[in-house]
């Protein structure tokens, strides 16, 4: 995508569900609605519930945490408090509180992708090298080989060898640790728009893990400086400019209805508006703890200015790749051929609901608006390891049968509607069977 179709582009950032105790989640807004009240302590429960009055400082809740466990650090000689869950610097999870997080994800997971067409899954390595728009060398979380750095020490920040690399030069060109997983997303924005045929909206979906510095205040020993992590999930979601403001509110509406649900007290969640330096808006969302109010999720309007920062060019020719049936991550393409477009899409929008639902992943082709023709639709799919690709024309309206093609023989075959998710689920099942 070229510079000048990037400024057209505003981006919503929902970045959060950090599982060790805060989470920064995204959100769009455009009008500034009042801050809602955010509530102190905990709403009692009923008896049935014993732990819904928990004590002020949340003791109680995780000393359950830690007997059950849910959580380790229990046993250690310094009792491990909330605010090192918080801070992301702790022994870790127990068994139960490991198959929480996995729960959350699961359902973050299935709300962000479920029956969206327009959204995609990305995912980005922990640790690379610096990218434009980085933390300077002196600032971040850098990896360095400790026999280099003290080497660099040692020789008073210039290297021994003459002509060798100082420290800051050493620093600079060291590997940084990822503190966001919102560069890694965006480094992906040109191959995905590509793969959405540069329509709008569209989002990109992650979770990972995070590290941040722990802030000096934090620190409970003379350690000079410590790492916590956070596992964290993110959408980035990409609209015109003229509708961020609506999409905003949406996700405001969309993310608060997702955390009430799983809730005792739903009244406990809360959110606050806020303006940034920039003049960005965005919105926080809080839960009240028994140890305090929290923030869990950040939603914000982030314009075009990251998108220009770490957009990285065009992006290279997709590679042509015959996966096995097990591990092609699009086993169908949906796509329309001549006939009225609009009860054609109908059925296609019908067809990708029924096989979604079947755990079939589909690509929805029938929502591309630019022309192509057959051999390049079909070059396109091979490319991406399409298994087959299903084209619904108008004798599909009148008799019901579609025409389906295999990527592995090229082979087209005229297949009647009501046999489509029967063959390919026992397609798929005897791929597994191999």
């Not at 434009?132 to 040692?154: D, K, M, N, V, Y």
């Not at 508006?273 to 929290?294: A, K, M, V």
Request: include cysteine; aromatic fraction near 8%; proline fraction near 7%.
């Amino acid at each position: 995508m070229r510079r000048g179709e990037a400024r057209k582009m505003a981006l919503g950032c929902s970045q959060g569900g950090r599982w060790c105790a805060r989470a920064p989640w995204g959100r769009p807004v455009l009008r500034r609605p009042p801050a809602a009240r955010v509530s102190e302590g905990v709403e009692a429960g009923s008896p049935s519930r014993p732990y819904a009055a928990a004590a002020a400082g949340g003791e109680e809740l995780l000393e359950v945490c830690w007997r059950r466990h849910f959580l380790r650090g229990g046993a250690e000689p310094r009792p491990v408090a909330w605010r090192d869950y918080l801070s992301g610097c702790h022994p870790g999870f127990g068994p139960l509180g490991a198959a929480l997080r996995g729960n959350l994800a699961s359902q973050w997971w299935d709300s962000a992708l479920a029956f969206r067409e327009q959204v995609l899954a990305v995912d980005a390595p922990l640790h690379g090298p610096p990218a434009a728009g980085a933390a300077p060398a002196g600032q971040g979380l850098r990896l360095l080989p400790s026999e280099t750095l003290r080497e660099a020490l040692r020789g008073g920040g210039c290297s021994r060898e003459p002509g060798g690399p100082s420290l800051e030069e050493l620093l600079g060109s060291a590997g940084a640790l990822r503190e966001s997983l919102l560069p890694g997303a965006l480094a992906q924005y040109a191959s995905c728009l590509e793969l959405v045929n540069k329509r709008l909206p569209c989002g990109l979906a992650q979770v990972g893990v995070c590290f941040h510095s722990i802030p000096e205040s934090e620190h409970h020993n003379k350690t000079p400086v410590r790492i916590g992590e956070r596992t964290t999930s993110l959408l980035a979601w990409f609209s015109s400019p003229r509708t961020a403001g609506q999409w905003l509110d949406y996700w405001l509406r969309q993310r608060l209805q997702w955390w009430r649900k799983f809730a005792v007290g739903p009244s406990n969640f809360s959110s606050s508006d806020f303006q940034d330096e920039e003049g960005r808006r965005g919105f926080d969302l809080h839960y009240s703890f028994p140890w305090g109010t929290e923030t869990i999720e950040t939603l914000k309007n982030l314009g075009d200015t990251e998108l220009l920062q770490l957009y990285p060019g065009d992006s290279s020719k997709l590679l042509v790749l015959k996966l096995h049936p097990c591990l092609a991550p699009l086993k169908v393409a949906l796509d329309v051929g001549k006939g009225p477009t609009t009860e054609l899409r109908q059925v296609c929008q019908g067809l990708f609901n029924e096989l979604s639902e079947n755990r079939i992943s589909v690509w929805p082709g029938y929502l591309e608006t630019v022309q192509v023709s057959l051999e390049q639709l079909y070059t396109k799919y091979d490319e991406m390891s399409v298994l087959f690709t299903v084209l619904i024309t108008d004798s599909t309206l009148e008799n019901g049968v579609v025409q389906l093609r295999s990527r592995d023989t090229t082979m087209k075959e005229m297949m009647h509607i009501s046999r489509l998710k029967d063959f390919l689920i026992k397609y798929v099942t005897a791929a597994k069977n191999v």
